[in-house]
């Protein structure tokens, strides 16, 4: 049976829900996994025509499957084939692997990347991935040292039609769990009022947002370390904590000391996909839920521990909607030691950037994630930076300019120091625009840092999402 260890005096076990899958042994695991993956090869060849399609064109049974190490006999589905089925019969396509009458509720992709994604999910998804009492949300709680009849949770994602949907919280199963206060984003002032009027212990929300809080509240005169009850902060949704160096610092010292910082990560196609623990040596993935594969971009191969390549995800409980090898986008790579908590489950080591957040700048590719980390650790900077990328008058050469926003007080050769170091990075050297405190829009949201002049509609498609940080404010 399931349960917790709190009462346990060694800090292994405090922070274990379910320790036996938690601290199952590599090849334990990793039957289970090939069990439960011809669990959902099945599912998809019975009930999905487009997989049953998809595996037919590729000259693949996937009966023929045994395990894990046949994975790279299956097909890859990318969001643009997921996409283009979606228009071709809506709402669905043939992905579906549950009929209608199965359904309970549906979520969708933001579309900030693309076309958004309808994912449905039956009862089961919701309680398994998505709900507040769900499994691995639970795991979530107790791998930070959750301390039942003290803390109090307040979740700030924007809680709307995605992957933290509201129409999910309808489910659960019912299980002990912590008072957990949904507010959703925006309203800062009320954010943190509520938090100290409440006394909550651990605030979710996106990576920026959490940022934007604790930063906010020093700016009304309210220190997170004495004047809230805070001691836990998580943030996720975009590179961060261990994909951008400096951030976790940064965040730091906005809320305080005897707050720690933890970073999580989930997608509206695949559910909940990864929690730091106590330990901070990356993001333990639910392996009994979710098998990822990282690969090789140029290659399709896969790629090893510490190796960088994207992500792709297969389903192994999902029932609605079940994925199989797919390509979320998402650069990370992987450790899969036993961490120090005792789990031995594969750990992420943050996520990069996405595949498409990539830019070329005269033929030179990197993610807007490794200017954060140049800018975060320069002194003088506030954090906040934009990236424009252009044609020039001739229309012929790429043009490379980041806007820094910079403290208040003379810095000597600021925009020098940020060229020499972004080039030494990215290689590339960017034109560096030093501008005042407060000139670049800080978003509640998802942080916005790069234009791209070189695609269509980019201006129109900024000034939106710029006005909606201004709303959320």
Known sequence: PRRGAEEAGDVRERTLWDRGVETMSRPDLEVLQDRLLRNTLKRVWDGSPY????????????????????????????KRELAEEQRRAPPYGEVPSAGPAEHATVVGT??????????????????????????????????????????????????GFWYFSASCMAFGRGDARPPHVITSIGRTRWQLELMRELGITTFFATQSYVL????????????????????????????????VEGFRERLSRAWGPGVDTFESAGASETGYMGQEC?????????????????????????????????MCVTHLRREGMPLVRYCIGDVTSYEDDVCSCGRTHMRLQGIVGRTDDMIKVKGLKFWPSQVEAVVRCTEGCTGEFLIEVDKDAGEVLDTFCVKVEVGRGRHEDLAGCLERDIRALVGVRPDVEVVAPGELTRSPHKAVRLLDRRREGAEEKHERKLAYARRLD
């Open 278 to 310: 106590w330990a901070h040596r990356g993001l333990h993935v639910p392996e009994d839920y979710l098998l990822v594969e990282v690969l090789d971009p140029g290659t399709g191969e896969p790629a090893g521990p510490g190796e960088r390549g994207e």
């Open 51 to 78: 997989y049953r399609r998809k595996f037919q064109e590729a000259g693949v049974d996937p009966r023929d499957v045994r395990g894990r190490a046949d994975l790279p006999r299956l097909p890859v589905t990318t």
């Open 110 to 159: 933001t579309g900030t990347t693309g076309t958004p994604l309808f994912v449905p999910l039956t009862a089961s998804d919701t309680c398994e991935y998505c709900t507040p009492d769900s499994e691995t949300w639970l795991r979530t709680l107790h791998s930070m040292g959750y301390n039942p009849g003290r803390d109090i949770l307040q979740s700030a994602w924007n809680y």
């Open 212 to 243: 934007y809080v604790g930063e906010k509240a020093r700016e009304l005169g309210i220190d997170p370390s004495t004047d809230l009850s805070v001691d836990k902060v998580v943030g996720g949704g975009e590179p961060g904590m261990l994909a």
